[in-house]
């Protein structure tokens, strides 16, 4: 009974490592489309899978500096 289990679960594992492995390996050899173009901030970018949108950033950037202009133009009005 502890064998069965043993040799269920160890099979289980191992299906799961190799579809892992599977995957990981269809996903290196899918290529871009021929006409995807990078945007120039990603051009030499060493990362495969970076996903940062920096106009996003550059978005989030701006108001977080209008809301700390505003909290500081509000302690100074008060204090």
Excluded: H, Q
């Excluded at 990603?42 to 909290?71: D, W």
């Amino acid at each position: 009974m502890i064998l069965t289990s043993f040799w269920t679960e160890a099979l289980v594992v191992g299906g799961v490592i190799a579809f892992f492995l599977l995957i990981s390996f269809l996903n290196m050899k899918t290529k871009a489309p021929k006409d995807a173009k990078l945007p120039p901030e990603c051009e030499f970018c060493p990362a495969k899978t970076c996903i940062i949108k920096t106009s996003e950033i550059n978005k989030k950037k701006e108001k977080l500096r209008e809301y700390l202009n505003n909290c500081d133009g509000n302690d100074n009005e008060t204090g």
